[in-house]
Each structure stands twice: as C-alpha cells, then as structure tokens.
Nanobody, 128 residues
Framework: QVHLVESGGGLVQVGGSLRLSCAASGRPFSDYVMGWFRQAPGKEHEREFVSAISQLGDSTYYADSVKGRFTISRDNAKNMVYLQMSRLEPEDTAVYYC???????????????????WGQGTQVTVSS
C-alpha cells in the first residue's frame, strides 16, 4: 500500500506559477514510477495525463499541452515528487492527482489505468 498526499494547489492568475508537491509513504519510493494527472471541471470521468517521471528521475514525460511550461521532478531521499507549473492558462484549471505505478511490469506512463495508487487531489484554479 502506498499513501499519497498532494499539496500546493490554489488560485493563481493567468501567467502565474505554482508548485505542486506529492508526499509518498508506505513502500520504498524508488520502486515506483510517479505521474501527475488532472481532472477538469465538467470532465469528471476523464483523468488527463499531465506528466510522469521514471523511478530514478532520469526520464520524464509530458503532455503536449504542458510541455515547456511544466517540469516534473522527484526526490527519492524525501519520498517526494513535484510539479512546477509556470505560464499557467485557464485551461490548466483542474484537480491535480498524483499517482504511483509499480515498476515491476511494462510501464505505461501516460495511461491512467496502470497506476496503482492515487492521492486525494489538489485544486488548481487559473483566473483570467
């Protein structure tokens, strides 16, 4: 069992920045691929891929819509994963979820289904 807790969401103006954090506990953190997904208003059944990072942090993946604006990172010593978001747009408004995927089988970074554990989410609202 892995317990994930997101933080850092809030209200920000267009063009602003936020840093989301996800704290993990329960199992060796480096056993997991970590990802960020988001769920926009009115799309409660769609969890959209945002970004993911490999176990050691040497590979990162981004949705086209956030590439160049968002940066994912992790600190395995602190059991933390981060999402630095800059140049935020109204379309980035969503609940952001942190997910963990066991790296003991083929890994699907961009797919919601293979992630094994999720946090409760943190709201990001970008006002224009």
């Amino acid at each position: 069992q892995v317990h994930l807790v997101e933080s850092g969401g809030g209200l920000v103006q267009v063009g602003g920045s936020l840093r989301l954090s996800c704290a993990a506990s329960g199992r060796p953190f480096s056993d997991y691929v970590m990802g960020w997904f988001r769920q926009a208003p009115g799309k409660e059944h769609e969890r959209e891929f945002v970004s993911a990072i490999s176990q050691l942090g040497d590979s990162t993946y981004y949705a086209d819509s956030v590439k160049g604006r968002f940066t994912i990172s992790r600190d395995n010593a602190k059991n933390m994963v981060y999402l630095q978001m800059s140049r935020l747009e109204p379309e980035d408004t969503a609940v952001y979820y942190c997910g963990a995927q066991r790296a003991t089988r083929p890994i699907y970074y961009r797919d919601y289904g293979p992630y094994d554990w999720w946090g409760q989410g943190t709201q990001v609202t970008v006002s224009s």
